[in-house]
Structure formats: C-alpha cells, structure tokens
C-alpha cells in the first residue's frame, strides 16, 4: 500500500495510530493486510494532503464522506475555507515577493560593509 499511493510507510503507521486509517487485520505471518478500501482512504488522505488541507481538515472530509448520503455543504465549507487560507498565503508571500524585491534592488555592488541587503536583514 505504501509503494502504491507512494507514502513512507512511517505515514501509513502514523494515520493509523491517529485514526485516520482504520489498523488492518493481520495475517498468519503477522503482517498487515490492506484491501481496496484502505488503498482507496489512504490515496484520498495523500491527495488531501498534496492539496494542502490539515489532518484536521482530512479527518472531518473523510467523515463527511463517509456517509455518501449526506449534504456536501460541510464539504464545501471546509474546502472554501481552505480556500481562503490558500488566498492569504498568496497574498502573504506576494508582499514578501514585494518587501525582498525592493531590498535586492536596493543594493548597488560594491563590498559587504556597504550591502544594503545586509543592512536591511541587521536589527
């Protein structure tokens, strides 16, 4: 399951033990044994992730989507929030774009006791 959805297998054992991933049965050899439901959980958990949501977020889609009869207005809420978190990181990192920018331009060569990046990092 781990080479499958290309997850560390320290992961896989990690959403086991927070509940995220049910513990599977065992075999007579003692080893784990993951069906298709897990291998679908655990692609769904991996996609969540690369997606950006918390284990937070991942653990209440995975219950909203566990009743496959329900409203997917949780869903949706959760997702647009998400959204607006993914917004304000852009805007965040676009000003820090602008602020380091500025600051790069600032510097006109010369020797480090002149650097104006230098003196713009220095308390």
Not at 23 to 44: C, M
Not at 103 to 113: K, L, T
């Amino acid at each position: 399951m781990s080479k499958a959805t290309n997850t560390k297998v320290e992961t896989v054992r990690y959403y086991e033990r927070i509940g995220l991933l049910p513990k599977p049965p065992r075999t007579a050899g003692n080893y784990r044994d993951y069906g298709e439901a897990e291998l679908g959980r655990l692609s769904f958990i991996r996609r969540a992730r690369d997606l950006g949501f918390s284990l937070d977020q991942v653990r209440a889609l995975l219950g909203l989507s566990d009743d496959r009869s329900c409203d997917c207005a949780g869903i949706d809420h959760i997702a647009n929030e998400h959204l607006r978190e993914v917004d304000r990181k852009i805007a965040d990192l676009k000003a820090l774009r602008r602020e380091l920018k500025a600051v790069i331009d600032s510097c006109d060569g010369g020797i480090v006791a002149d650097c104006r990046i230098i003196e713009a990092l220095a308390p």
